[in-house]
Structures are given as structure tokens and as C-alpha cells.
């Protein structure tokens, strides 16, 4: 019983460490000055499919507080009904440019990069952002990226903040965006390890074409992930920014926040192992079961177990509020299930690699087991082929 009252006490003290570090590191980390010619900027951005709030964030590119920038919207297909959606938000907005590009060029196995690539290619400017369609942006947006360009930099991002969310599926994957994913982001920046997120990127054309060109981020199926290898690949420093970008995420379900996170889950533990691995004694799940014996056994009162939980989730909800996250009626009883929910998330993203974005079958295995993967797929659909023919032919005869 020694040992779990230790475990129960580190992982406290662990858990209210870390919110106290990023706490710090926001209120304390250096901002670059902008120049007095603020450079121009394009952004790109991938539109797939229509999102929620899809109309609100996408007429968010054009109330930006920038001298010079332009936009370019990119479509896979023609067919896409979001087309309709940004050609609203290009005319109701004239005075900024704007293009609306539509094609794939398949550079990758991932469908992103094959969309956005094309914007890259026909960028006028050498600053590029990438930024998701879900993504709201704030009028500072653009300065807030810059301002976190210090020397030494090759690539400034944020990890996508869950708000407005409309049922407890959505609150659920609020409480994983948030004090969960985003928070362990954050430290990770603020002890000089920071990562890439592939919801909003700051890149340089030229840094790129150091690293072996743009095309090199279809290496991986992950284009954060190869990012950010091919900054650190340089000697330079992925930032994040000091108030993440929010993603607006109206109604979800249950099924579709499980698929996205085991999703997430399988990518980072194909792209950053040695963060993924601490992920199951990152939550309240271990600690809570630990705390559940030793009061059951008498070694701890139902009083010390209501104030270990106190603390464990009232840093949480500081967090939130510090940064001015959302925190309503359902957000404790969410990210209690996010908890408990965690270790099981955990150990389902080691059983298997395959999973489904955007109705793109993707696998995050290395290219001789998507090989192998995708000669067994070839080899089932034609196993039946076969046997559909058979049929046809079996009934055509009798």
C-alpha cells in the first residue's frame, strides 16, 4: 500500500507541475518584435467536406489585422459542396485577394498534402501558413505566429483549442483538445522540445527548399510529423504560440471523437513514440484506481480521496481559465470520462495502424508493412471479384 500512496502523490504532483510550468512559460516566454515592414504573407487552405461552422471560420481569413496577405482556398474535387461556401466568402470580401484552386495532385499517400500543395506551388509570398478549414482565426492571428519567430526558428504552430461545443460528445473532445493534448504541447515547447500541428503551420519557402523542398512532408503520413523532423533535421526550433487558435466544434458524436482520437492516437505513436509512451499515466486513470484501493482497504479516508480529486481536476480548471479555454456545466464530468476513457484509447492505438480521414483509407505502418497491407487488400478485392463472378455466373446458369 506503501507503494501506491508514493504513486498517487508523484502523479499529483506531476500533473499540477506541469499546468504550473505552462502557466509560466506563457507568462514569462519572449516575443519577437515585428520588423517595421511587416512581410507579406499567403495562407493556405485546405477545404474538404462542409464542417461545422465551416462559413464562421472561413470568413475569419479575411478579417485579419495585416498590411499584406493573400488567400488561397484549396479543393480536391470539383464536387466538394464547400466550393460553394468559399466562393461566398470571396465575395463578400473583394478587397482581400483570394484564389479558389481545385485538383489533386497526388504527391503522398496523405490527402492533405496532395490538396494543399498546389497553394504552395502558386504562393506569391515566401511566409506560407498552412491552416485547417475548422480553425477560427482571431484578428492577431498572423502577429501572433510572428511574434514567436525568435532566432533559431523554423517553424511556429498551435495546437488546435476546442470551443463552442454543443453536447457531451463535443465537451468530451473538448476536454482532450484542451487541458489534455494542447497542455502537454505546451510544456513540450516550454522545455525546448516543441512539435509540430498540422492545424496551423508558419512555414518559409526557403527554409523549406533548405530542408529538400516541400514535397519532402509526404515522407510520413503525417505532414506535422514530418515537419517537424525536417526543422530539427536543420539545427532550428518548432514554437508554438502563446494563445492557441480555437476550433469551433458545434455538435459531435460519440463514435466520430473516439475515430479522431484513436486516429491521433495511432499518429502519435507512429511519429513521436517517446511522447506517446507517457500518455497512459498522463491522466487521472491509474492514479484514481490506485486511490480507489486504498480506500477501500482503509488505508485512505473518502475525505483525503475527495481532496486528491479536488486538486487533481481544480488545476485542470485553472488551466482552462487561465487561458480562457471553455469551461461549462459538463466540462468535469467530460474530462472524468476522458480519463477513464484514456488508457483504453491508449492500448487500442497500439492494435492496429489503419484508420479513416475523410473517407481515405490511411495506415501510419512503415512503407514494407503499408506494402504488404495494401498487396493484401488488392489480392481480397480480387478474391471477390472472383467470387461475385461465380455467383453472377452459378444464377445465370441455373
Not at 487558435?245 to 458545434?250: D, K, R, S, V
Request: hydrophobic share 45%; proline share 6%; charged share 20%.
Amino acid at each position: 500500500m506503501t507503494l501506491l500512496i508514493w504513486f498517487c502523490a508523484v502523479a499529483l504532483v506531476v500533473h499540477l507541475f506541469s499546468i504550473v510550468l505552462v502557466l509560466v512559460w506563457r507568462s514569462t516566454r519572449h516575443e519577437e518584435p515585428l520588423p517595421p515592414r511587416p512581410p507579406a504573407v499567403t495562407i493556405v487552405r485546405p477545404v474538404c467536406g462542409l464542417e461545422n461552422n465551416l462559413e464562421s471560420t472561413l470568413h475569419s481569413t479575411f478579417r485579419l489585422d495585416w498590411p499584406d496577405y493573400e488567400i488561397i482556398f484549396c479543393v480536391a474535387t470539383a464536387s466538394d459542396p464547400a466550393i460553394a461556401v468559399v466562393r461566398r466568402c470571396m465575395a463578400s470580401h473583394p478587397h482581400i485577394p483570394a484564389r479558389l484552386l481545385i485538383g489533386d495532385d497526388r504527391i503522398s499517400v496523405n490527402p492533405k498534402l496532395n490538396n494543399v500543395i498546389k497553394g504552395w506551388r502558386s504562393a506569391r509570398y515566401d511566409w506560407i501558413v498552412l491552416a485547417d478549414s475548422n480553425v477560427l482565426m482571431p484578428e492577431d492571428y498572423i502577429r501572433q505566429l510572428f511574434s514567436r519567430w525568435l532566432p533559431g526558428t523554423g517553424a511556429v504552430c498551435s495546437p488546435p483549442i476546442g470551443s463552442a461545443p454543443e453536447g457531451f460528445a463535443a465537451e468530451l473532445e473538448c476536454a482532450w483538445l484542451n487541458s489534455f493534448q494542447a497542455r502537454w504541447q505546451l510544456l513540450a515547447d516550454a522545455i525546448g522540445f516543441g512539435f509540430a500541428q498540422g492545424k496551423t503551420m508558419l512555414l518559409n519557402r526557403q527554409i523549406m527548399a533548405r530542408a529538400g523542398g516541400f514535397e519532402r512532408l509526404g515522407e510520413e503520413v503525417a505532414e506535422d510529423a514530418a515537419t517537424t523532423g525536417l526543422i530539427r533535421g536543420l539545427g532550428l526550433k518548432v514554437r508554438l504560440v502563446k494563445q492557441p487558435f480555437p476550433q469551433p466544434l458545434g455538435r459531435r458524436d460519440l463514435a466520430s471523437v473516439w475515430k479522431r482520437q484513436l486516429r491521433w492516437a495511432r499518429l502519435r505513436r507512429a511519429s513521436f513514440p517517446l511522447y506517446f509512451v507517457p500518455e497512459l499515466i498522463a491522466g487521472a486513470a491509474l492514479p484514481l484506481t490506485a486511490l480507489t484501493a486504498l480506500v477501500a482497504t482503509g488505508t485512505c479516508s473518502p475525505l483525503s480521496a475527495l481532496l486528491y480529486l479536488a486538486a487533481w481536476y481544480g488545476g485542470e480548471t485553472l488551466l482552462n481559465k487561465s487561458f480562457g479555454w471553455h469551461t461549462g456545466s459538463l466540462s468535469l464530468p467530460a474530462t472524468v470520462a476522458r480519463d477513464i476513457v484514456l488508457p483504453i484509447l491508449w492500448i487500442a492505438a497500439w492494435f492496429g495502424n489503419g484508420f479513416v480521414w475523410r473517407g481515405n483509407a490511411m495506415t501510419v505502418a512503415s512503407d514494407e508493412d503499408a506494402e504488404t497491407s495494401s498487396t493484401k487488400a488488392r489480392l481480397r478485392r480480387v478474391v471477390d471479384k472472383t467470387r461475385e463472378r461465380a455467383k453472377t455466373l452459378t444464377a445465370f446458369r441455373n
